[in-house]
C-alpha cells in the first residue's frame, strides 16, 4: 500500500511563512510528479505548485514570487515554502503524488488527507 502524508499547516499572520512537507512512502517503485493543490470554502480544488520528477516547477500566478516548491528524490517527499502569506492563501492544502507501484504499470494519482493553512490578517 502507498501513504501519503502532509505535516506543517497552521495559523499565521499575514505576511508570515510556513512550510509545508509531504513524504509518500509503502510499496513505491518510482515517484514521477508531485503537487500542491489548495481548497478555500465555497471554491474548488486549485493546483498551487507542482514539481516533476526531474525537478521542472510550475506556479498558479497568484503564489508566484511567493511560494516554492522542491523536492527530496531519495526520501519521496515534496515541499511547498509559502513566504509573504496573504488571508487569500486560506485553504486546505493537499499534496498529490503520481506514484508507480511496479515498472509495469502506469502512474496512478495519489493524495494525502490535507493540511489547513489559516493567514489572519
Known amino acids: 500500500q502507498v501513504q501519503v502524508v502532509e505535516s506543517g ?5 499575514s505576511g508570515g511563512s510556513l512550510r509545508l512537507s509531504c513524504a509518500a512512502s509503502g510499496n513505491i517503485f ?7 493543490y489548495r481548497q478555500a470554502p ?3 480544488r486549485e493546483l498551487v505548485a507542482q514539481i516533476t520528477s526531474s525537478g521542472s516547477t510550475n506556479y498558479v500566478d497568484s503564489v508566484k514570487g511567493r511560494f516554492t516548491i522542491s523536492r527530496d528524490g531519495a526520501k519521496n517527499t515534496v515541499y511547498l515554502q509559502m513566504n509573504s502569506l496573504k488571508p487569500d ?8 503524488a503520481m506514484i508507480k507501484i511496479t515498472m509495469f504499470r502506469n502512474a496512478n494519482a495519489y493524495w494525502g488527507q ?4 489559516t493567514v489572519s490578517s
Open 9 to 13: 499547516g497552521g495559523l499565521v499572520q
Open 30 to 36: 518510482s515517484v514521477n510528479a508531485m503537487a500542491w
Open 42 to 44: 465555497g471554491k474548488q
Open 89 to 96: 492563501d486560506t485553504a486546505v492544502y493537499y499534496c498529490n
Open 114 to 117: 490535507g493540511t489547513q493553512v
